[in-house]
């Protein structure tokens, strides 16, 4: 480059001769020409007067920009944006205390990452996928690295954080186990996939092991086999014998095309507090709102009561098989467990499978001819157990269309899908990273670890009513908690009294306990400003 800007200097200032123009004849008129030509800044006050001086300024403009894209930007610019591209995403504060740390991040982080934003639990993901840590270090906060690196665990602020989450393959989380168990003696959560091949990571140092895939299998199983008396799956006990349930509505059942105002449905003494149509979840539905198929009671009452209404969801018992499609972890769970129930599900999986106690068929869950083979026309009920959304979707849409009137159950792996999966025909969709998410939020708040509810963005919120808090005196309908916070008052107990679905015009009274549904953001409203004591901790139990 300096022989280019000496050459054209040289000719520069010959050029400049041979016009006349004898004052800019020198070296440091030319080299200012020359750069300000090349850079094509072109001031324009030293110019050429003849055909060839044009001549020349143009070869010398032309010259400047290949030098500028073929060296200058390869050589100079481009290494220096390489290196700020390549630079380990880290958006980790350089303090951290009392933090909940996460090693591995998929769709089961995404959604916990989301709870601990709205419960203000500080949280940090350590990432070894370069790639993916890229992908999210501006939406969390991300340590890209290996996990089972003292030093990086460190970086981390392991000797402040309150918990460590271990959730990548089996034996990745044996090796972070054991670094850390070198270097403090945290608690550990280990996520695991099946129940039964985690017993090293008990030995390798994990506090507590938890399978959200073998929990939603169990849970799907339930809903699946003929009901138990007095038994509902994932109900939540809210006061006295008050329960909180979810109840699928089964093809042919009784309330489908009723209204909710409806003698069968008014009269019973549990109250309807929501209903699901197809994904979407309906608050305080009106006595105008039709039942359908693909719908979901959200029902509060005692045992006895909800039992009644349960009798209106089944439908008429039919005989036939149960199909899994996809034999995976959440698949062997469901199968284990419904044969416990005494039914033999028929297996349709891909691979060759071998040593299983059921009947099963080798074919594809998304063609026809093999739903057809493993007897989905007689079947009663579909469980799809797919690992990709796109192929539980389309499973769906031709179990719906061979067998209109069998029971589709289908795992969602991502939360975006599963109203797409709904709208594909099915009539229940169960979510891990619901699970899982809802499990850890349950466990890192000391409330009890067990499954409830599986549906997002709805909380459970349990409040007590104080002697000076603003809601005294007031009835519910002057509150009104739906149009301003988006959360009803679903169940309320008064000096040891349980009242399910209080009536609008009750009065709430100091002593008061609340049981409160509603979406996150809105129970966090409410929360703010009801609940404003300092240190005060409410109960906040998770409806996924």
């Known amino acids: 480059m300096l022989l280019v800007l000496l050459i054209y200097s040289l000719v520069f200032m010959a050029l400049m001769s041979l016009e006349g123009q004898s004052q800019n004849a020198n070296l440091a008129t030319a080299v200012y020409w020359v750069v300000v030509t090349m850079t094509t800044l072109g001031f324009g006050d030293i110019v050429f007067k003849t055909p060839i001086g044009y001549f020349f300024t143009i070869i010398v403009s032309l010259s400047g920009i290949a030098i500028l894209w073929a060296v200058v930007v390869p050589l100079g610019i481009t290494p220096i944006l390489e290196r700020m591209v390549r630079a380990a995403p880290n958006s980790a504060p350089k303090r951290m205390d009392g933090h909940i740390i996460i090693s591995g991040y998929n769709p089961i982080v995404e959604t916990l990452a989301e709870r601990f934003s709205l419960l203000k639990v500080p949280f940090l993901i350590i990432e070894r996928s370069e790639s993916v840590a890229k992908r999210i270090y501006k939406n969390y906060p991300v340590l890209w690295g290996d996990p089972s690196s003292g030093e990086l665990l460190r970086k981390a602020s392991i000797s402040s954080a309150r918990l460590f989450i271990a959730n990548e393959d089996d034996e990745l989380n044996a090796e972070v186990i054991l670094t850390l168990r070198d270097i403090s003696d945290i608690e550990i959560i280990a996520l695991v996939d099946?129940?039964?091949?985690?017993?090293?990571?008990?030995?390798?140092?994990?506090?507590?092991?938890?399978?959200?895939?073998?929990?939603l299998g169990t849970f799907i199983a339930q809903i699946t086999s003929p009901p138990m008396k007095n038994v509902f799956p994932g109900a939540i006990q809210l006061f006295g014998d008050l329960l909180l349930v979810e109840l699928p509505i089964y093809p042919g059942a009784e309330l489908?095309?009723?209204?909710?105002?409806?003698?069968?449905?008014?009269?019973?003494?549990?109250?309807?507090?929501g209903?699901?149509?197809?994904?979407?979840?309906?608050p305080s539905p009106g006595p105008e709102l039709e039942v359908r198929s693909n719908s979901v009671l959200m029902a509060v009452g005692n045992i006895e009561q909800l039992s009644v209404i349960r009798d209106l969801t089944l439908g008429p018992r039919k005989e036939g098989p149960q199909i899994i499609l996809g034999y995976g972890d959440v698949g062997?769970?469901?199968?284990s467990v419904l044969s416990d129930c005494?039914?033999?599900p028929m297996i349709l999986d891909r691979r060759a499978l071998k040593d299983i106690d059921f009947p099963h068929i080798t074919g594809d869950?998304?063609?026809?001819?093999?739903?057809?083979q493993a007897g989905i026309k007689e079947a009663v009920g579909v469980l799809i157990m797919l690992n990709l959304d796109s192929d539980a979707i389309y499973a769906t849409l031709l179990a719906k269309n061979l067998n209109p009137d069998a029971f589709v159950v289908v795992r969602a792996n991502h939360l975006k899908s599963a109203e797409k999966i709904y709208r594909a025909g099915a009539d229940y969709v169960a979510s891990v990273p619901i699970v899982a998410s809802h499990m850890l939020a349950r466990i890192i708040q000391g409330e009890e670890e067990k499954l409830d509810l599986l549906y997002e963005d709805l909380e459970l919120k349990i409040f007590h009513v104080r002697k000076r808090?603003?809601?005294a005196g007031k009835t519910l309908v002057e509150l009104d908690l739906p149009q301003r916070f988006g959360c009803r008052v679903v169940a309320m107990e008064r000096t040891g009294q349980a009242m399910a679905v209080p009536d609008t015009e009750t009065v709430v009274e100091a002593g008061d306990t609340l049981a409160l549904i509603g979406s996150q953001k809105g129970i966090e409203a409410f929360s703010i400003k009801?609940?404003?004591?300092?240190?005060?901790?409410?109960?906040?139990k998770n409806l996924p």
């Open 194 to 215: 099946d129940l039964t091949r985690s017993r090293f990571l008990r030995y390798a140092g994990a506090s507590r092991i938890i399978s959200p895939k073998t929990l």
């Open 275 to 282: 209903i699901w149509q197809k994904g979407v979840f309906h």
């Open 530 to 540: 009801y609940d404003r004591r300092k240190g005060w901790k409410t109960r906040l």
């Open 469 to 471: 808090s603003r809601m």
């Open 342 to 344: 005494g039914i033999n």
């Open 332 to 335: 062997k769970r469901v199968a």
């Open 256 to 273: 489908i095309g009723e209204k909710l105002e409806e003698k069968k449905i008014k009269n019973r003494e549990a109250g309807i507090v």
């Open 365 to 372: 869950a998304t063609t026809e001819a093999d739903l057809l």
